[in-house]
Each structure stands twice: as C-alpha cells, then as structure tokens.
C-alpha cells in the first residue's frame, strides 16, 4: 500500500476561529436526522484513495473499495449490513466484534479491512453453514439455548464466534481453561456459568466423539 503523506498546505490548527460563522449545535445534528455532514471536495480530494479489496464473507464473495482506515466492524456493519457482529467498547476490550478470520478468531473493531484482502470471514451470520447446516444453527448456538446462556444477547454474537475460534485451538482441557480462554469476551449480564456450561458440553462432546474408535475398529483383535 503506497504511503499516506498528510498535506503540507492545510491551515494552521493553531489559528483563532471565527465563532460568528459557526454553525450552532442544533445546525450540526438536526433533530431526527442521522446524515452525515457535507464533505468538502477540496478536503475529499486530499484523502487517498479507496483500494479494491477482495472477501470472502459467510461463503460469499465481496469486491469491494475502502479507505485504508475503515475497520472491518464498521465494513461488516455499515457497509455490508451484517449486525449480528456487535460493537461494544469499539477498543480491543469486550469482545463483541469478535469474527473468525481463516479460522482464527480476533476483534474485528482493531482490524483494518484493507489488512484483509482475499480472507475467509466467518461472522455469527454464518455459523450454521460453517457447521454444514446453512439453514440452521450450529451445535454451539443450540448448546447457548439450551443451557439458557444469555440475557440481553448482546455479547451472544462475539462469545459464540470466539468459542468456535477456540475450537480450532488446541482443545482445553477443563472448565477452567474454558473460562481463562474466553476471559477477552465480557459479558455485562454475568452468564458467565451458563457460557461456560455451552461451551464444555460442545468442547468436550466433540472431543469424546474424535477419542472414539472407528466403529471398524471396535472388537478388532478380540476372540471370535
Ligand atoms: S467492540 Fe471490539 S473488543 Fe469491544
Ligand atoms: S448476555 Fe447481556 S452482555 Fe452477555
């Protein structure tokens, strides 16, 4: 990515500001309207331009342009419509962004998108196809009903994809390490115990069903 050389012409910050031709608070935000402030084409014309940036997300392909500094929450949310992923504290911190890129999980609100070209995007939107049930859910989201793990649901999304991220890790050996391992997703209900119930019995179920013998191989060896 070619480097992003500020301007040498703009005016000095410094300056003092004619207040008279301020716009009021009120002129800023209108009441009841969300739209953006009008950009100034010569500022627009200093910013660097959008890069083409190539995704896969929930199995389907993105071509897309962004400005190098919009996060892939922001892209995924704003752009692509897709809100299951949640924006918490929007700094590293709660975990609610979090998105399993090439089966890894991270916070997507500290992830430049253009960071991302030609990656594999799994958000909670896709779970059930990644589970091979495209119009269900995947065994983790049927173990957070039924072990009632969630009140608000706000975190629900961040906790589910860090879960199934975790699952591609080296499998923890206990409840605790459950916990420890999950420790960068808060939860500001505290269902904590029933997270930590959902994701033990899809860990270890799984983790019982791999130790199992092949079903060829059981009795093999044994007398006839
Ligand atoms: S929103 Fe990303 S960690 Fe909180
Ligand atoms: S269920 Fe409310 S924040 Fe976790």
């Keep these: 990515m070619p480097a992003y050389n500020p301007p040498t012409d703009v005016a000095n910050e410094d300056a003092p500001v004619d207040?008279?031709?301020?716009?009021?608070?009120?002129?800023?935000?209108?009441?009841?309207?969300?739209?953006?402030?009008?950009?100034?084409?010569?500022?627009?014309?200093?910013?660097?331009?959008?890069?083409?940036?190539?995704?896969?997300?929930?199995?389907?392909?993105?071509?897309?342009?962004?400005?190098?500094?919009?996060?892939?929450?922001?892209?995924?949310?704003?752009?692509?419509?897709?809100t299951g992923t949640k924006k918490g504290c929007d700094h590293g911190q709660c975990g609610a962004c979090t998105v399993i890129v090439d089966g890894r999980r991270i916070n997507a609100c500290l992830a430049l998108a253009v960071a991302y070209d030609c990656a594999d995007i799994t958000t909670v939107e896709g779970l059930g196809s990644l589970a091979g049930n495209p119009e269900g859910l995947h065994p983790l989201q049927q173990a957070f009903i039924d072990c009632d793990a969630f009140q608000c649901g706000y975190c629900t999304p961040g906790q589910l994809c860090s879960a199934v991220g975790m699952m591609n890790e080296p499998a923890p050996v206990n409840a605790a390490e459950i916990r420890e391992r999950m420790s960068g997703n808060i939860c500001r209900c505290a269902a904590y115990p029933q997270i930590v119930e959902a994701v033990s019995r899809v860990v270890f179920s799984q983790r019982e069903t791999a130790e199992e013998p092949p079903a060829a191989a059981v009795g093999q060896g044994e007398p006839q």
């Design 19 to 82: 207040t008279s031709t301020q716009p009021t608070a009120l002129e800023q935000t209108p009441q009841g309207s969300t739209a953006p402030p009008p950009i100034d084409p010569a500022a627009e014309a200093l910013l660097p331009e959008p890069i083409p940036v190539q995704m896969r997300i929930n199995g389907v392909d993105y071509q897309l342009r962004l400005r190098p500094w919009v996060t892939l929450l922001d892209l995924l949310r704003d752009r692509l419509d897709l």
